[in-house]
């Protein structure tokens, strides 16, 4: 059975910065392209960044390029999301999940919390 955790949200001022941590089970995770999502209240789920299963191509969406960054440590099973320079319209829950292109139906977590506010 897939799982995925996802940890470390919370509230932030803006221009802060948080890390987000995705720990991956169930599945072999090296051999996996991961992605992080986000949804805001009211709105539909946004794709924000992929990495493919090396690590080696990271892609994100224009809201959030050269803000944040993509990055996994296969021997820990873990993908990482760092978000930098943080605005109120980065509130939103942020999920992680399997597979580069987001389809709508792909596996993912929970979810953890960001709240950019002053």
């Known amino acids: 059975e897939v799982k995925l955790v996802e940890s470390g949200g919370g509230l932030v001022q803006p221009g802060g910065s948080l890390r987000l941590s995705c720990a991956a089970s169930g599945f072999y995770f090296p051999s996996a392209d991961m992605m992080w999502v986000r949804q805001a209240p009211g709105e539909q789920i946004e794709w924000i960044s992929s990495?493919?299963?090396?690590?080696?191509?990271?892609s994100y969406a224009d809201s959030v390029k050269g803000r944040f960054t993509v990055s996994r440590d296969n021997a820990k099973n873990t993908l990482y999301l760092q978000l930098n320079s943080l605005n109120t319209d980065d509130t939103a829950m942020y999920y992680c999940?399997?597979?580069?292109?987001?389809?709508?139906?792909?596996?993912r977590g929970q979810g953890t919390q960001v709240t950019v506010s002053s």
């Open positions: 990495i493919d299963e090396y690590g080696t191509l990271p």
């Open positions: 999940g399997k597979g580069y292109y987001w389809r709508g139906d792909n596996e």
